[in-house]
């Protein structure tokens, strides 16, 4: 009986073998295994100074070692992956394979809905040298959510680099009714805040936060506090004001800040740590921001948001925000405030039910004024839209001189197209000379909480402008995200009648679109019956050669994808060579081949 003589699991090389040939072949494989993992398989030992005495793990035959080490639950692969360097790697790699934990060694990671061994696994894996992307999804409860973040900041701290980081709650949010507990806001910020900085020191280029909008339901009235008379508070906020903010023009925005999310002026509660104002750190420079959180909108992550956006302005070149409750006067002081002289890609988003409150066009037009030379993608859902009669002498139109792509609500799409502004959209003469770069324009739908449904008549007066839009070549996107009263359908099929009765309809005159996209929701879902319609509705395109379809409801998806729709809209669009539906392609002109064929052979 063999043993082994010191607490390691193979601290001494064996020279024990029944059989060598058959030892030397298994070394062999355990290198054509270990090799991708950055591992150098032991060589065997010609020298007989050693007796042959002691197996130890590493030596048994590799299938059994694999074997065993996929037998192991996930606290018992981390464990073994810390005893020896010979296991550490095929441990590691069966616990990330186990966990569809994607590529940690390829240089990129994708956790989702992993267990909690997760982090402490890449922390310690020897082959996670660098990162080039880190997507990561917080988990449920509240005390493990907390221990993830500090975790986070422990991986990134060990890296060189690292250069895009998409970090999300969503989970935390599905799970938000069942937390009993409390948020410490100003821990939380401690934690969340030092994880972003050490990620933006680290060079992140690419930083996107979602989620997290229900964890400020979390933050507690009051509770482990100290009070503090409001004169005194409002003379330190005040100086924090002019030190950090006196020399970037947000002084304006955080004055609204302080009053609006402040306590009462009575009395001020503070926790009994005190406050200091935080400032991202001066070395960040990220390109692309995602703030998909409304968390990162409110106290007590509001200041540092928008001192990040001052201080990155130089090198920001996308910014991409999704709101769900901010108030109007938030978006007010804030598109008003923000000043990026590189920003090129610009989208305001929100769920598929758009709350009451929101941003206003008016806000909107004063942002885009300020980035009126510069915007070269501009997508917009959610915002208001021009009510009533609008002043012209206030309201002066930007020309975004260097705009190459939009989607948004038709208003929006006219008010772009046209170039000017007016009393009454309906009257809108198109200025030939605007937006000469435009070849890809989009109209959504949209559906708001609580409003009236969306009228689709107004993609016609869109289409009416889009069909005169000097561009012979147009990449037209129709994002459905209504389907109440006057839908989809309706539209769909009054447009339909129309065209077999006179041939007039705005569709069949849209001769400069070549490429067709039609988008939705992965949520939502349109009648049956538009599916019935769908191919002799997208025939009715004169020009178009191409047709997409994205973001769809997973069963649209499975009808879409079926051999007998896409022989329909083959027979239908006899110009169209390719059907893309989701990620799946289809080449129309080989649907009509087979076809052809198959009545030939008939």
Known sequence: MTGINEPGLCTKASKYSPSRSQHERDLQVTGEILQPLGVRAREPS???????TMATLCDLPTEVLLEIIQQLDNPALVNLARTCHCVHFLALDTFFSKNDIWEPKSGWVVAYNTPVETLPALHIALFVQWLDQLHYWFNFP?????????????????LPTIRLVKLHFSVVDQHYFYEQGALDPVVWKKEVQSLLDLILEKGCSELSVQGGETLVKLYPHHGGVVAFPAEDINVRRRKQLRGLFGKVGLRPFMEFANQFFAPSQDTILETATERKVTIPTSNAKPTHLSIHSDMLLQNPFLEWTMALLSSAASTIRTLS?????????????????VNLPQLLDFKITSDIIVPLDGVSFIDIHAFLSHHSTTIETLQLYGVGTPRGVWDPSTLTTPILSRLQRIIAHPCYTIWILNNLVMDNIKNLLLNKDASPNLTEIGIASESHRGAAPFYYSLFDEALERIATFPSKKIKLTL??????RSDVTDWIQKHLATNNASKSTIISRLNNVTSLVISSFSNAKYDYKVIEMLPDWLGM?????????????????KILEEK??????????????LLDVQTLKFDLDEVRKDLTNAEGGG
């Open 46 to 52: 010609t020298s007989d100074s050693v007796p042959y």
């Open 541 to 557: 395109f004169a020009n178009v050669t191409a047709i997409e379809f994205t973001d769809q409801h997973p069963e649209i998806v």
């Open 142 to 158: 509240m005390d493990r959510m907390i221990e993830e973040v500090r975790a986070l900041r422990a991986l990134v701290s060990r």
């Open 479 to 484: 994002r459905f995200a209504s389907f109440g």
């Open 321 to 337: 925000i999704k709101f769900l409750d901010l108030p109007q006067e938030t978006w007010k002081i804030f598109l008003n405030n």
């Open 564 to 577: 007998e729709f896409v022989r329909k809209v083959a027979m239908a669009c006899p110009k169209v060579g």
